[in-house]
């Protein structure tokens, strides 16, 4: 069980960074324009 709830944290995180990392794309993308 313990081990259930550290590899969903994990997921969360990494799903939470590659949306963070996407957004600050579109934030750069829109600041050159």
């Known amino acids: 069980m313990k081990y259930i ?3 969903m944290r994990i ?3 990494y799903f939470l960074w ?4 996407k957004l ?4 750069i993308s ?3 324009c």
Not at 24 to 27: D, P, T
Request: charged letters at 10%.
């Open 24 to 27: 600050k794309f579109w934030i």
């Open 11 to 13: 997921i969360c995180v």
């Open 5 to 7: 709830v550290t590899i």
């Open 18 to 21: 590659r949306w963070l990392t």
């Open 30 to 32: 829109l600041l050159m």
